[in-house]
């Protein structure tokens, strides 16, 4: 009788838990997928009757939230929830989910969800339902699907113009030309996005500027149109941002034409404003601003500091640059050639070559100051020999190379042309020059800079000086101004 006895002392703490199981508060049932669809729309519609554009910002940020758990027949489900059959939506959509046999969607039979309903024909909920399907088809690799799906929510929004759509539209915006940038297929769609900014511009659409301009910039950056580019980001209008995320892009975008036209030094502050703007949960995107101001400041002729390359998640990432930055710093052509071809496939990924290209004439002037520093004077022979210059006319490259440093003013010296020589100038104090005063007035520039755009960040509810009072809150005041007038009365007569 052993297992009588085993199951008598397993079920008699069941028997006493039981009460206390009794008295705990039920968890709250947990919504199927299909439930929480339900309610983004609602909040869609609620933000499309009141006209409250953060409440469609706040459906397409639930939505970001649930995608990983979208299947087929829940935005089936939703779409049937949703739009009318007879709809032309609802018959452009369905076909492009895939028909998935014998899979089953996230119901809780358990605990029975409030019926939510919608009202159907509204605008919004059709912009969303398009863009819940793009969504959907992107995740699961359904390209062609998607792009059909983009096209005809891009044909839709043609027809609109309405403030809570705006929210949306620039979603679509963006995802249209993803999918056409995953099928290499980002020139089709050029003339498509430049009617869609004119548009935008005409129907006063800010958010879709921002967004449609930032594609636009990636479209031609993509295939390496800079003039293109610059041209365009120069005429459009230009406004206050509405969102962090597209100024980030706009600064990556505008520091990457800098860098291409030799303006390191605008181009340093855009790609470094853009790398401290960015999202902490943006990593890929910060890797990409830090890649690219690493070597403007590489071409600038400065070294960044190692706790660049050691941020946290991007120090693999970093690490072909941060080498690239030892030979830069050491000045030593072997070891660039050495690096730039062992990190090559790197930095072709990268579209940073042409900038490496640009980086030797750098390693060159380095090593020179070292050398210049080293020896108070030296032969010409003997700086092509250090550089390790291997032509033919080494020592005459050598003397233009130092020649063009002397008028840079990279190195102070001079050059002896009868016996072969460079003969360095004594270092001075530099607390004698005005080098430390610009360091100072760059730094104190940049906090100022930094307040005034905190400053501007700020945010107020509302109307806020508008607001009556109410009755209870003016007989309160009243109250209390009478007591401190009373106060001060009697202060006023013990000292007369």
Known sequence: MPEDVEMNDSAQPAAVAAPAAADAPAPAPVLSTLQHLKEIASVVEAGSLTKEVRRISRAVRLTVALRRRLAAPDVAAFLAFALPPSSEAFTRLSPLLPKEDGSEMDVDAAAPAAQVSIKHGLPEIEIYCYLLVLIFLIDHK?????????????ARLKNLNRRTVDVLASRLYSYYSYVHELTNSLAEIRGTLLGLHRMATLHHDELGQETLLNLLLRNYLHYNLYDQ????????PRFEAHSNQQFCRYLFYLGKIRTIQLEYTDAKESLLQAARKAPTAARGFRIQCNKWAILVRLLLGEIPERTV???????????PYFELTNAVRVGDLEVFRAVAEKFGSTF???????LIVRLRHNVIRTGLRNISISYSRISLADIAKKLRLDTKTAVADAESIVAKAIRDGAIDATIDHANGWVVSKETGDVYSTNEPQAAFNSRIAFCLNMHNEAVKALRFPPNSHKEKESAEKRRERLQQEEELAKHMAEEEDDDF
Do not use: P
């Open 142 to 154: 359904k390209y062609d699907e998607a792009k059909a799906c983009a096209n005809s929510s891009i």
């Open 229 to 236: 580019a610059e041209k365009l980001r120069s005429k459009a």
């Open 309 to 319: 390359f050691m941020q946290k998640g991007m120090k693999a990432a970093l690490t």
């Open 348 to 354: 072709s990924a990268d579209r940073t070559s042409n």
